[in-house]
């Protein structure tokens, strides 16, 4: 993979009307493409295998995961609902080898920890992992011990030294951050007890982060799912670019085009650098399914790969997988 700064003397040619243009442009140009190309298809760089321990039957995914293509909890497929649980009837016998009979639902909508403490009362504290994040002002949305929502804004502090909110709350539901230099560490403080809990560790990408949160319905506490990722802005000359760099150059001369209010260019370029993605991952090996579906009366099984498979065929990672 490639660095914005190795990247950047290659792409300022085709970056502007005369080939030139200053550092803080070209990065834009470059969010601007990635974020264009990230949803035209999945490839290997907007995909990934994550592997999260549930407890208590329930699991918060990372922040960089936008969605789920397909899950396994302990090896095992299983079908994903919504809160609403939207799913069939499990109506007569189910062939194990043929369908997944567990259930992974959704709760609710988003959060903004990983756990919660339930214990009583409690102060919000925060600490910031990288010194230059120190005097930065977050802002937790609490619910307090009186069922009030509320707010106040507290200033980061470097590790080890935490600041702690004045509100004894019972639930965080929301935290205003920027983007920073570090990581977030948010903890729950019982002053009554002296008792403190960790409740989330934001990264420094999350901006007024939020998590989706799922409840299984089955045995096991391991899962793995391939995801789609959240598209993460470049900052820093060190961060690396996503795509290809004969795509990226394709992207950000259409981004220059779209600036210019040509669409007709625009649009070539575009499918030009989705056009060099391919070729440039043809030999790569990459896992896809198709596009999460609605459970209906006709099917169990709610993910299944893109391939054919045989009554004793084998899923290529370990993981055994009934035919069709």
Sequence with gaps: ??????????????????????????????????????????FQFTTGWYCIKCINNCVTLPSEIKQIRLAWICGTPISIGSQWYESIPQIGQINPKRSCWNKFIQEGNTFATFQEYEGGPYNIRVMAESAQDVGV???????????????ETLKLALAPETVDGQIMCKALIGFVKPKTHGRIRVYAYDPAKNYTLLLAV?????????FLRYKHVGCGNLLTVFAKKKCVPVTQLTDFISFPLPALRHGVQAMVYLENRDPER??????LAVQEINRETSDLEQPTSQPLRNFGP????????????GEDSTWGYGNSWGGY
């Excluded at 625009?266 to 499918?271: D, F, G, K, S």
Aim: with cysteine; glycine share 4%; hydrophobic share 35%.
């Design 1 to 42: 993979m490639m660095t914005v700064g190795e990247a950047i003397p290659k792409l300022i040619p085709f970056a502007g009307s005369n080939g030139t243009c200053d550092t803080e442009t070209i990065i834009r140009y470059i969010n601007d493409a990635q974020e264009e190309l990230w949803n035209k298809s999945d």
């Design 202 to 210: 934001y990264q420094p990408y999350d901006i007024n982060p939020t």
């Design 137 to 151: 002002e977050v802002t937790p949305h609490v619910v307090d011990e009186y069922g009030t929502k509320s707010q």
């Design 266 to 271: 625009y649009l070539n370029e575009l499918n």
């Design 298 to 309: 006709m099917r169990v099984d709610a993910l299944n790969p893109m391939y054919v498979w």
